[in-house]
């Protein structure tokens, strides 16, 4: 079985929803890496979150929830500080998030390669807010470059550009994993952000061109582009179905997420299954998860 390793956070959402006495607030587990090792855990993989997560009420719930997915927890380090909390305002239509994190203990996140015995097809995935705030964006970082000879390092920047506030250093660290990578997944928005003007392609060109096996470029409704120096695959957007109130445009946001990172795995999982790492062959999901096909990626070249 393939296995992913994935490191970052795992946060409360609190999601606004009616109620008869008005708007209140509803929790939902959340944080794009967790969202990544539930959806791996989902198509089939040995999925770990190496993430810190807080002793509190809300790190309960949120390790429960993963096990629950059948994401692995034995190798996630617990926290007495507290956990990151979420706020979701989606009065403009799209969601904006006011995020509690200071001395979190996610921030202060310090991963290690303890008890990871690395295996030949291991992937290593790592981004998001938590390479945002020191000192655990640091330490993500270093752990990320030390294990990329090891494993298979896959980076997914997950742009808030409301909580940088130092975009040197964050670009610095971005850049970085760029360089380290096999396999980057980033949206249609965040490339406009860190890359002004320049096109999917032309992005994919120039990662590609540096070693990096599979490029993953998101355009919400407008779908997902995989791009490597074979060629490429174009993946529509799922239509989502909102069934509760639970199910905000927020959540249902994070499940087209999910479908998209679960592609992402697919993509990463079947390049496991060549042992000369290839483009040009292709892979079927599990049957218990309906995720499209993809194709697979060569090894980072260099």
Partial sequence: MARIFVCGEAIMDFVPVGTAAGEAFLPLPGGSPMNTAKAAACAGAEAHFLGAISRDLFGERLLADMVAHGVRTGLTPRSDLPSTLAFVDMSTGEPRYAFYDRDSAAVNMAPTAEGIAAQPGDILAVGSISLIPEPGAGNILRFALGQAER??????PNVRA???????AWEARVEALFAAAAIVKISAEDLDY?????SAAD????????????????GGSEGALGLTRAGRAQVAAPKVAVAAPACSAAGSADRAAATTRRTFWLSAQASLRSSQRRAGSWSTPPQRCSGPVSSAIPARAG
């Fill in 203 to 218: 992005f994919a060109a120039e990662l590609t061109g540096k070693g990096v096996g599979l490029v993953v470029v998101t």
């Fill in 162 to 168: 409301n909580m940088i506030t130092d975009r040197a």
């Fill in 194 to 198: 860190l890359r002004p003007g320049q």
């Fill in 151 to 156: 494993q298979m390092l896959a980076f997914d």
